[in-house]
C-alpha cells in the first residue's frame, strides 16, 4: 500500500446544486416540464432531499466527516422570481447557508448559476436572448454580498454542456457532451459573453472566480487519422472555446466522470463489454485527472476540481472509483499539475436532471421522512481529508 499525500492547503469537500436538492423549485424553468403532462421526463423533482430547509444537517454532515469544503449554488428563480423583482428573504436564506458553512468551520465554494432559470427568463428566449447577458450580470450584481467570504466563486456550471442542452430538446437529456447536439453557437457566445461581465464583479469581491468547464475525454483508437480530424472538430465547440474563454481567470473548475470514443463516424456510447455507471458512462477514474491536464494545458490556469464521482447503488465501487481518481490526479500533480482542491459530487443523492434513480451522493434519505443515511464512502473521503492524502491499494 502507498499513501499519497497532496499540497499543503488542499481543499477537500462535496458539491451540490440548488435544483437537484432544495426542493419545491417551482419559479424554475424546469419545474413546468417536469409536471406537464405527458412530459417525457421521467419524474418530477417535487420536494428533492428538502436540503433548502435542511441545509444546516447537510453541513454538519460534511464537516463531521473531516471534508472542510461545501460547493453549493444560488438558485436565480428564487432570487429574482420576476425580472427586476428581489427576494429579499432568498437572499437571507443564502446568507444563512454560508454563516451556517462557517459555524462548522466549512469553506463556502459558491457557484452563482447552476443550469437553472426563472420562468421569465426562459420564456424570453432564456441564453438566445442578446439581453441574457445584460440579465445576468444584474444577477450577479444582486448576490455580490454574498461572495465575501467564499473561498472560490463559479460563475456559470458547465457552459459547455449548457450550450449543447440549448441547442436541442430542452427535456430529458442526458448530461453527456456525446449524448448531445452541437452547441448553439449563439448560445455559446452569450454564455462567454456572461462570464466575462461576471468576472469582472466579482473580482471587485476580492474573491478567486473561474467556470467550471466538462471536458469529455474524447479519444481515438491508436493511428485512427482520420477519428483523430474528427475529434479536433468535434470537441472544440463543446469544450476547447470554452477552456480558452478561462484565459485569464483566477482558476479553471473541471468536472469529468468518464471518457468518450471518437470514431470517423463520430461518438459511440460506452462499449457493452465495459463496466457502465447507472447513467450508463463507462467506468474510468482517471477522466477526472485527463480532464485536470487538458484544462491547465489550455489555460495555463490553477486547477480545481470541481466535481467528479460515480453514480453507483455499491457505495465500494464509490470508493474504489474515487481512489482511482484521486491517484489519476497525484500522479498529475507530481508531473507539475497545480490543484487547487477536489470536490465530490454529489453531498447528496440528488435529482439528476430528471430521474432519482442514479445515485450519486456521499449521503442518502428516505423518500418520505428525508432523514439522512451517511454512506461508508462519506467517512472514507473524510478520512482521505484529514490526512491530506490517499492510500492506494
Not at 42 to 51: C, K, L
Not at 315 to 340: F, S
Amino acid at each position: 500500500m502507498t499513501q499519497l499525500t497532496f499540497p499543503d492547503g488542499f481543499l477537500w469537500g462535496a458539491a451540490t446544486a440548488g435544483h437537484q436538492i432544495e426542493g419545491g423549485n417551482v419559479n424554475s424553468d424546469w419545474w413546468p416540464r417536469e409536471v406537464a403532462p405527458g412530459s417525457d421526463i421521467p419524474e418530477p423533482s417535487g420536494d428533492a432531499a428538502d436540503s433548502y430547509h435542511r441545509y444546516r444537517e447537510d453541513i454538519a454532515l460534511l464537516a463531521a466527516s473531516g471534508l472542510n469544503t461545501y460547493r453549493f449554488s444560488l438558485e436565480w428563480s428564487r432570487i429574482e422570481p420576476a425580472e427586476g423583482m428581489v427576494s429579499r428573504a432568498a437572499l437571507d436564506h443564502y446568507r444563512r447557508v454560508i454563516d451556517c458553512c462557517h459555524e462548522f468551520g466549512v469553506q463556502p465554494a459558491i457557484t452563482i448559476y447552476h443550469f437553472t432559470t426563472p420562468r421569465w427568463f426562459a420564456d424570453d428566449g432564456g441564453w438566445r436572448n442578446p439581453a441574457s447577458v445584460e440579465r445576468f450580470a444584474r444577477f450577479t450584481e444582486i448576490v455580490l454580498p454574498l461572495l465575501d467570504t467564499a473561498s472560490h466563486v463559479f460563475t456559470i456550471n458547465e457552459p459547455n454542456i449548457l450550450a449543447m442542452i440549448f441547442a436541442g430538446k430542452e427535456g430529458n437529456q442526458q448530461i453527456q457532451a456525446g449524448a448531445l447536439p452541437d452547441p448553439d453557437p449563439v448560445v455559446t457566445g452569450h454564455i462567454i459573453a456572461a462570464h466575462r461581465r461576471a468576472v469582472d464583479l466579482v473580482r471587485t469581491t476580492g474573491r478567486p472566480v473561474g467556470w467550471p468547464v466538462a471536458p469529455q475525454q474524447f479519444y481515438t483508437d491508436p493511428g485512427d487519422t482520420r477519428a483523430a480530424e474528427v475529434m479536433r472538430a468535434y470537441a472544440y465547440p463543446r469544450e476547447t472555446v470554452f477552456l480558452e474563454a478561462s484565459r485569464g481567470d483566477d482558476f479553471v473548475g473541471v468536472q469529468a466522470y468518464t471518457r468518450t470514443r471518437i470514431t470517423a463516424d463520430g461518438p459511440l456510447p460506452a462499449p457493452d463489454d465495459v463496466e457502465q455507471t447507472l447513467t450508463g458512462w463507462e467506468y474510468y477514474p482517471p477522466a477526472i485527472a485527463e480532464a485536470a491536464r487538458l484544462a491547465h494545458d489550455v489555460t495555463g490556469l490553477p486547477v480545481f476540481v470541481s466535481e467528479n464521482g460515480i453514480a453507483t447503488a455499491d457505495d465500494q465501487r464509490r470508493i474504489d472509483y474515487t481512489r482511482g481518481a484521486l491517484a489519476a490526479l497525484h500522479a498529475e500533480v507530481a508531473r507539475g499539475l497545480p490543484l487547487i482542491g477536489y470536490l465530490h459530487w454529489s453531498l447528496l443523492d440528488n435529482y439528476e436532471w430528471g430521474s432519482y434513480r442514479p445515485t450519486f451522493g456521499l449521503i442518502g434519505w428516505d423518500r418520505e421522512t428525508f432523514e439522512r443515511h451517511p454512506k461508508p464512502s462519506l467517512a472514507w473521503l473524510g478520512e482521505v481529508a484529514k490526512a491530506n492524502a490517499v492510500d492506494t491499494e
